[in-house]
């Protein structure tokens, strides 16, 4: 008999014994719902199925039915633990003794009252919401339509309009770099950008920078920089192909 | 003696007794002798003696309708006679499918409440959340205040709803606890027994 094979069919859980531990110790089953009681009754059952005392299977069951316990028992009395190891033996048999007794109680009234439900089963009466309070008339001082009509007139005026111009920014349009570009470039095979764009403002410069950008994409130029920050070299498209074609000619 | 039942009066506690009748027939709750008199206009003296009356007029027995003394209050019913027939029409919603647990943590809440939920789990052995939440939406219990302290547990108290599903005028009518289960000693001695069975 395999003890982790055991099945359980409790309230909380249905499956193998060893998937409860599992759930158990991954926090994903809280083990106060679990009726550690019901996995008891369950091994005893399949024991006495079998007819026959396993030992070792027995062993097993105990230590983890123990564990179980002291898990369950430690987390429903989180503040307590302490407490009760503090306590003589004498004096932890005795409020062990008056937490039974308590539960004791507990459990005799409750069987008084369902002893009591069940004598006042043939009792029907009519259920329904709290009647309805008495309605409180609410008194408003009298009102003039027209002081209403005064107030509304001044929400409704037209708010004066709010000035943009702090947002505003100059952005100059893309294209007129790229017509002073490609002039440049009918003109001289090579420029220097930060040379070109000296004494812009810096929307100006970023705007050339995509311009040059649009060229590069477009196949227009070839761009250069030694080193970060270094100047960047602009050179006509056609150059760097004659220079490759200068190449190819030679290794071959 | 038996007072007949007359459909005309002249006495006042009569005319009293017909006022109170048409209150009971109206309210779903029941209305306690001091609400009967502020909707009544008359005194509470006069309006016990006139609910004497309507009690001996709508008793088990007498009429289908009884009037009942129940959660602090007056309300009236259908007489026990006819339970079946209205079992046949009516829910009972409310006491319907109440499990084991749920008496115990409702007996709990009724002899200890207020009560918080972790103090029913310490005596129950078992968490309380799902039970207590049960009780709640059945109307059986009802959150009374917070344990002292900051972030303290919400406490829980029986309703009169309870009180009226289980046919008590109030929670003094439930049986003392003393009188209910074994005393702590004699669990102690049954303990006992057993460890001094156990071999050494």
């Known amino acids: ?252 | 003696m038996d007072r007949p039942l007359r459909l005309i009066t002249a006495s006042p506690v009569d005319r009293l007794a017909m006022t109170l009748e048409a209150l009971l027939v109206v309210a779903s709750q029941p209305l306690s002798a001091e609400d009967l008199a502020v909707a009544a206009d008359d005194d509470v003296e006069r309006v016990e003696t006139a609910l004497r009356l309507v009690a001996d007029r709508f008793a088990e027995g007498r009429s289908g309708i009884v009037l009942e003394h129940v959660a602090g209050g007056w309300a009236f019913r259908a007489s026990r006679e006819a339970a079946e027939a209205c079992g046949r029409l009516f829910e009972r919603p409310i006491e319907r499918g109440l499990s084991a647990p749920a008496l115990e943590t409702l007996a709990i809440v009724a002899y200890l409440g207020p009560v918080s939920r972790p103090e029913i789990a310490r005596i129950r052995g078992v968490a309380a959340d799902s039970v207590v939440s049960g009780l709640l939406e059945r109307g059986l219990i009802a959150e009374a205040g917070r344990e002292d302290g900051a972030g303290g547990a919400i406490r829980y108290r029986t309703t009169p709803l309870f009180e009226r599903v289980f046919g008590l005028e109030s929670l003094s009518q439930l049986p003392r606890l003393d009188d209910l289960g074994e005393s702590t000693d004699e669990i102690r001695t049954r303990l006992e027994t057993v460890a001094e069975r156990r071999p050494a």
């Open chain 1, 1 to 252: 008999m395999i003890v982790r094979e055991l099945e359980l069919d409790l309230d909380a859980f249905e499956g193998p014994f060893d998937l409860l531990l599992t759930l158990v110790l991954k926090e994903e089953l809280d083990l106060a719902e679990v009726d550690v009681a019901g996995i008891v009754v369950a091994f005893v059952e399949r024991l006495a199925e079998r007819g026959e005392l396993d030992l070792e299977a027995c062993g097993e069951f105990l230590v983890l039915v123990a564990a179980l316990l002291e898990l369950k028992a430690r987390g429903l009395f989180p503040d307590e633990e302490a407490e009760l190891a503090d306590l003589e033996p004498e004096e932890a048999a005795e409020e062990l003794a008056r937490r039974l007794a308590e539960y004791r109680r507990a459990k005799e009234a409750a069987a008084w009252l369902a002893e009591r439900l069940e004598g006042e089963g043939n009792r029907f009466f009519r259920l329904g919401p709290a009647p309805l309070a008495p309605k409180v008339e609410r008194r408003l001082a009298d009102q003039e339509p027209e002081s209403l009509a005064v107030a509304l007139r001044l929400l409704a005026a037209e708010p004066p309009s709010v000035s943009l111009a702090h947002l505003e920014l100059r952005f100059p349009p893309v294209s007129q770099f790229l017509e002073r570009f490609r002039a440049l470039l009918s003109r001289r095979r090579v420029f220097d950008l930060d040379a070109e764009v000296e004494g812009m403002s810096r929307i100006e410069q970023a705007v050339a920078f995509l311009a040059l950008l649009e060229l590069r994409r477009s196949d227009e130029v070839a761009l250069e920089q030694g080193a970060p920050f270094a100047p960047i070299r602009v050179s006509r498209a056609e150059a760097v192909d004659e220079r490759r074609d200068e190449w190819i000619a030679r290794s071959a």
